[in-house]
Nanobody, 114 residues
Framework: QVQLVESGGGLVQPGGSLTLSCAAS????????MAWYRQAPGKQRDLVATITSGGSTTYTDSAKGRFTISRDNAKNTVYLQMNSLKPEDTAVYYCNANRYFTYWGQGTQVTVSS
């Protein structure tokens, strides 16, 4: 059974940083497009960043310049480095793997608050 397990969430003050990890099992992430999504309370799940199998990255406007998505194929893990965090970044962050099928992780909570 494919599993994507996110970790690294938590409570951080505005302006702080967090790095989220997504460890995959039963799939080889190097051939997948991997992505991070987030869902704030009462809102839809939105795309944050993607990284293709070739290493190309895309970011939403809210993430550009502050977030960095990366992958370590040897560890079969995707990361989201988040800097200069704002209260509006508060959400559950989900890892996504997409090729012929789409897989989701269970999510990790990020709370930005003083």
């Amino acid at each position: 059974q494919v599993q994507l397990v996110e970790s690294g969430g938590g409570l951080v003050q505005p302006g702080g940083s967090l790095t989220l990890s997504c460890a995959a099992s039963k799939i080889t992430i190097s051939i997948y497009t991997m992505a991070w999504y987030r869902q704030a309370p009462g809102k839809q799940r939105d795309l944050v960043a993607t990284i293709t199998s070739g290493g190309s990255t895309t970011y939403t406007d809210s993430a550009k310049g502050r977030f960095t998505i990366s992958r370590d194929n040897a560890k079969n893990t995707v990361y989201l480095q988040m800097n200069s965090l704002k209260p509006e970044d508060t959400a559950v962050y989900y890892c996504n793997a997409n090729r012929y099928f789409t897989y989701w992780g269970q999510g990790t909570q990020v709370t930005v608050s003083s």
